[in-house]
Every structure is written in C-alpha cells, then in structure tokens.
C-alpha cells in the first residue's frame, strides 16, 4: 500500500478527474462587486486556482474562471465612499455610477479591485462579468428550466435552508422599469410561452433595513438580461452553463452550495461541481 502523501489540492483535483470526464476542466470563484474585497475574496479564488494548476499537472486541459457578481444590488455604502451612493441603494451595480470616475461603473471598479489583485499573485483567469452574461442570453435555458420548475426549488430551498418565501415568490429578481432596484421587486409569474416575468415592486429588506418599493408593475423578458436568479439558484445556472467542475465556498454559504447542488441534479439534471469548504478566522488585536 502506497504511503505517499498528497497536497489537498491534488486529493480535490483527483476527485474532479474521477467525477467529471471531459476534454476541458474549469474550476471558478465569484468575485463580488458589491463591497471591498478582502482577504476571503482572495483566498477564494486561491483556493479554485490551486485545483485548476493541479489538474494541469495531471496533464489535463484546464482553465480557471474569476465570475463577477455585478449583476447583484448595492446593499450599502463602503466605508469612506461618498454618501451619494445611498441614492442608488438596491440598484445593480453595473447600474450605479463610478464615484470615482475611473470606470464605467461602480460594480467595474470594484470588480477591478480584486482582478488587479489575482493579476498581483500571477492567477490567470478568464473573466466573465455577471451583467453581460444575463445580457448575452448564456444562462436562459437555465433560468426558463428554474422558472418553469419553480415549485420544485421553493420545496428544495425550504427543505434544505427552512426558508418559505420561494414556495410563493419566484427565484427570480426582475429590475424594475420605472425604479430601476433589483433588491425591491417580488416575481409573482411566469409565462413560460413568452419567457416572461410578471413582478411587483413591493419594496425589501436591504442591509437590515426596509426600503419601500415604487409600487410599479411589469414584466420582464428573461432574454432582455434585465434580472437575475437569486443565489440559492443562480449558482446552479451558473455550473450548468458553463460547466464548472470544481468550486471552492466559504462556510457562510454552505446553505446556498448544498441547496443549488440538489437544484442541478433534481432540476437542471447535472451534476453539480466538486467543492471544499473553508473558513476564516478574524483575528482583532486592540493593541
């Protein structure tokens, strides 16, 4: 019996080999645009890279994948950040101006925060911006698949986090035509012949605090891109889509990985990637 012992990444970048047989591997990390990377942002995607670098040693095709969540609303502003932006609260921040005026957007300058650090470290990486993949149209048959079993993943959100409000509202954040927030609109329907989304902007809890919708009500094609899948599904559009075989998460989001793991297999019929979970200790010194 062999004693050798393996890196973890070559224990993790094994099990992907087994699990998935393909011509090209693609691990991925999100990258968020919606607060100041940190060192989790980091290490994310250290984690993801690690495996792409070990399955290359095992002479595999295999490319790493840096996702931007900027199709995701602004929930608060930045410490040092100027007040304004409270204006654009619960707005996509693809949507939301760049304070600093050196990007075209709030969510581009703080996308580009962290790509500047993986470029640091040597990651290589392939971007893909969240905004200009709902746009393109990528994630649409996973988004109608989603939609039209939407039962079926209110029961699995239920089951596996205890949460209720996807048993009567869709998984689906529509942007509102007349406010222009993501995070204040409710999805109450879905024609699955027009590929439509019927919502309400109600108003929603952003941050701990309420904020009041615009009352407006509309509907939004899901090929105008002008919405998003909320996490505890988008994720599983987002594997599917673009084949994603290895991703590592951090263990606040254990709920949302084991809830879009059955989403793929029960709903999207894949399989979902190989993950490893971490977490982070925050070490205060008060000196």
Known sequence: MSTEKKFWVEKLAEEVREKFKVSLYRTENGVGASGIPHIGSISDAVRSYGVKLALEEFGLKAEHIAFSDDKDGLRKVPHGFPEELKNHIGKPVTSVPDPFRCHESY?????????????????????????????????????????????????????????????????????????????????????????SVEYVCVGGEI????????????????????????????????????????????????????????????????????????ELFLNKHNG
């Open 107 to 195: 969510g581009d300058h703080m996308s580009s925060m962290l790509l500047d650090a993986l470029d640091t470290f040597g990651i290589e990486y392939k971007f893909m911006s969240g905004t200009r993949v709902y746009k393109s149209g990528l994630l649409n048959p996973q988004i109608h698949a989603i939609l039209v079993n939407a039962k079926k993943v209110g029961e699995i959100i239920l089951e596996v986090t205890g949460q209720e409000k996807y048993t009567h509202v869709l998984p689906y954040l529509p942007v509102c035509a007349n406010c222009g927030r993501i995070y204040t609109t409710e999805a109450v329907s879905y024609d699955p012949n027009a590929r």
């Open 207 to 278: 941050a701990g605090k309420w904020y009041e919708g615009c009352g407006f009500k509309g509907e939004r094609k899901i090929s105008e891109g002008e919405g998003k899948l909320v996490w505890k599904s988008e994720f599983a559009a987002r594997w599917a889509a673009l084949r994603i075989n290895f991703e590592a998460y951090g263990k606040e989001l254990t709920d949302s990985v084991a809830t879009n793991d059955r989403i793929c297999r029960e709903v999207l019929r894949v399989e979902p990637p190989v993950h490893t979970r971490y």
